[in-house]
Each structure stands twice: as C-alpha cells, then as structure tokens.
C-alpha cells in the first residue's frame, strides 16, 4: 500500500489566471482540434455515448456544428447501423447509394421505408435496375391505399443528370428545371447516384460541419469488449462510422486491450478511440496497443458513482494532465469523458492537455437526445442516467431478449444512478454556450488557438471560499 504524495485537483479546484491578450473579438478565435490522429474537428465538442444521449439525431447536429457524436452500444447491432446509415444520409452533396425499390412494391411499403429510414424520396426501377419513376413524401399526402402499386403516384417524368457532374452543375440544374432531386444515371439508365437540393443548401448553411472525404456528416460508434462486438464493429464500419469507441468503464484492462488489438488487426486503417482511463500508464498501454484517442474519466460524471461505490478514480483536472503528459509524445489525443458542469470547465480541461471534451448531461437534457420531455413541479425535465445504472442494466438485457431474474436485479452493484436533467431545448443553443465560454476563455489567456491556450496557461488552486467568490453570490439570482 502507498499514498501518492500529490493532491489530486478537479474543475473546482482551480482557476486559470487572466494574462495579457491581444484578441480583438473571441470569435475570432480558432477551436480547430483533433478527435484522433486522422479526424480533425472545428469545435472540441463531442457527444456522449450514452444511450440518453446519442442517436442519430445528436449525431446529426453535432457534426453539422463542428464537432462529433458518438452512437452508443445499447441497441441491437443492425439498429446501430440503421443509426449511423441515418447521419450518413443526412447530408452529402452526392448520395452515392439512394434507396430504390422496384415497380412491384406499394404504397404502404414506401410509406415503411421512408418511416424507417427518414429519406424524403425513392427511386423507383424496373426489373433490369433501370430508372422509371421517383415518389416524394409529397406524393404519399393522403394515400390511404397501401395496396395501391407505386406505378400509380410516381412521376414518371424525371430530370437526371450524368455521374461525375460537379456541385456548380447539379445547382444550375435544379434551378432550371425547378425540382428538388436529380438523380445521377449512367448510359445505360441505371442509377449512379442522387443529388438534392436540400442537401446542397446545407453545405452553405453548415460550414463548419465535420464531414468526410465523401461529403458526409461524420460519426463515431461505440462497441462493447465481449467477442461478439467484433460483429458490430464490422456492422458500424460498413454502415459510415468514421471511428470506433471501445466503450467500457475500466479501460485499463486485458478486455478493452485485446479488443482494440482485435480491431487494429482485423480494420487496420480505423480510428480507434480506447478507454476509459485515468492514470498515465494506463494511457501508454492504450497507446501500445493500437488506438487513435483516449478517453480520459473514471467517475466524474454527474450520474456515475464509481467513485462511491468502488473506492476508485481521480479527480478529472489531474486526470486529464497526466493521461495528455503520456499521450503527447505518441502524437495522440486525449478527450476529457465527465465533470464538465459549465462552460469554464471545457477552457480548463483543454488547457490542461484534452484536445476536445465528450459532454453527458448537458445535451442529455436537449431535443436530440432520446427520450421524451417530462414535468416536474411546473419545470420541464429529460431523463439521464448512467450506463452503469440498475435501469440501464435492465433495459439492456431486455434489448438483447434477457429477462433478468429478481436475484440478479438484486445482486447488481450499480455504479451509476437514473436523474432528472432540466430541459435545455436545442442541442445547438448549449454547444453555442459552450464554445463561447471557451473562446472567452482563450482570450483571457491570451491564446489565439487551442495548441496556445495549452502552452499559455497558468492554474491557481482556490479554497472552497475562493469557488463561492467564483459564482453569484450574496445576491438572489432570478430566472
């Protein structure tokens, strides 16, 4: 037994001290960062893999406003991929494989594709794959016939253009023949791809949006350790997922390490993200075994109790100094998982070494995240909790078609609990917040980019007299 000799400081803990700054406006400030060794970030905001958290949704607004999420493990392997598919198909200049159905579908099995996988149109082919009509939502207004064959309601006028046409084309073309989709067909008819309007106006309404080399929305997904997750790696891979999170609580083990070997061997060219972890050595065995990231927290969540429940942690601030010292010299990044409360916390995990920082409970309690909106008292509420949490274990198994017996309920040692978050409307509004704290932050220091802000900053530690300053005080708050 030993007892390290150094206090270990959290968010709370510390300040960082105001240097002299010749920033003329925060917002010019660059928050450009990195997610792995290859993925590259406009804002270092990542979305929980939380099952509260992250699902195609989220993940469709946190790329779109520069930074990233992560679609958790808590679903079936093929609902993983549907989810991923759904960000994938969210946004691209070309959609290089639109869903088509034939001439012998109906109605009603339109109406179940569009539900399921949210497109705004199909193609409709013959029996040779050749192009012979499209169906818009708008031609599904008010068909009660399901039976009905889609030959009755498709257009079978339908404007294309040839593969390879560049974006300045495809606007032109849309704007003459004043239509919102122009498929791609080759020469002898068959498709090569779909081109709309709704996508191409994204392009310039999101320009900070994180996308890859094909134009689409970028998306990580989470996998579990057990030897059945390498089937939904390959599913997530197959499906778009830009990067893998090897996703359990104790990263810094034989599971988590011989998993990220698995991938590494099997999906050489992934990136990889491991944890979680808390302590240098465990971020250099992570390293050695082939990740593009670690993810940094054991226990600082707002609903994790692994520190109450099992003895163990560090507190987040000392965490994420140590884990970056170790990961630097490898060239890789370190993403801060827990404890950020408010915005001033995301300038002081990053200028303590993160390059970006993975957010739980703040966008828990957003209109993106899963789950419906409760009322509480007068007050507007989302649920959250844990993945380690009782609730979460059993609707886990229930998912995978095991009924966990009242002894095994009992038995679980939970270390996470189910909460109430306040209700935050747009995910969009608290991302603005946040990065808006950090760019304050930036200017106070001095720092034109994140890389400088790590390299300018000063800590002062604070008394708990000192954190009661930090805040509204001596005063009633209204609102």
Not at 171 to 186: D, G, I, M, Q, S
Not at 368 to 380: A, N, V, Y
């Amino acid at each position: 037994m030993k007892i390290l000799p150094d206090v270990a400081l959290t968010y709370d803990d510390v300040l960082l001290v105001p240097q002299y700054s010749n920033v003329d406006s925060r917002r010019i400030l660059s928050t450009k960062t990195r997610l792995t060794k290859k993925i590259e970030l406009q804002i270092p905001i990542v979305s929980a893999n939380m099952d509260v958290v992250t699902e195609s949704e989220m993940a469709i607004t946190m790329a779109r406003e520069g930074g990233i999420g992560m679609i958790h493990r808590f679903m079936t392997i093929a609902e993983q991929a549907r989810q991923i598919a759904r960000v994938k198909k969210a946004e691209s200049f070309v959609v290089d494989n639109p869903i088509t159905m034939t001439e012998s579908h109906t109605v009603g099995d339109v109406k179940r594709v569009v539900e399921e996988t949210g497109t705004g149109g199909i193609l409709i082919v013959d029996k040779n794959q050749r192009l012979i009509g499209i169906i818009s939502t708008r031609d599904l207004l008010f068909e009660d016939n399901e039976s009905k064959p889609v030959t009755e309601i498709m257009t079978r006028e339908v404007h294309t253009a040839a593969p390879g046409t560049t974006l300045k084309e495809a606007e032109r073309l849309l704007h003459e023949y004043r239509v919102e989709k122009l498929p791609l067909v080759n020469k002898d008819g068959k498709i090569a791809g779909l081109v709309t309007l709704k996508d191409i106006m994204k392009i310039t309404q999101f320009p900070k949006a994180t996308k890859d080399s094909k134009g689409r929305l970028a998306v990580g997904a989470a996998v579990g350790v057990r030897d059945k997750e390498m089937r939904r790696v390959e599913s997530a891979l197959h499906a778009g997922a830009d990067c893998i999170v090897v996703d359990i609580a104790h990263g810094d083990s034989h599971l988590e390490i011989e998993m990220i070997r698995n991938i590494r061997k099997y999906f050489p060219e992934t990136q990889i993200i491991g944890g979680n972890v808390a302590t240098a050595d465990g971020t250099k065995r992570l390293i050695d075994a082939g990740v593009d990231a670690v993810k940094v927290g054991v226990g600082p969540g707002s609903i994790c109790i692994t520190r109450q429940v099992a003895g163990h942690g560090v507190p987040q601030l000392t965490a994420i100094i140590e884990c970056a010292e170790a990961a630097r010299p490898a060239g890789v990044p370190v993403i801060a998982d827990g404890g950020i409360r408010h915005p001033g916390d995301v300038a002081k995990a990053l200028a303590a070494g993160a390059q970006t920082v993975m957010i739980g409970s703040l966008l828990a309690g957003t209109d993106e995240s899963p789950g419906m909106i409760m009322t509480r008292r007068g007050h507007k509420y989302k649920a959250s909790r844990g993945m380690a949490s009782l609730e979460a274990n059993i609707e886990r198994n229930k998912r995978e078609g095991n009924d966990l017996t009242q002894e095994e309920i009992e038995d679980y040692v939970a270390e996470g609990v189910e909460a109430a978050v306040p209700y935050r409307g747009k995910a969009r509004e608290v991302l603005t917040q946040l990065v808006g704290g950090l760019q304050s932050g930036m200017s106070y220091s001095g720092a034109h980019s994140i890389e400088e802000l790590q390299q300018k900053a000063i800590f002062v530690r604070m008394t708990g007299a000192g954190l009661k300053e930090s805040g509204p005080h001596d005063v009633e708050v209204l609102g």
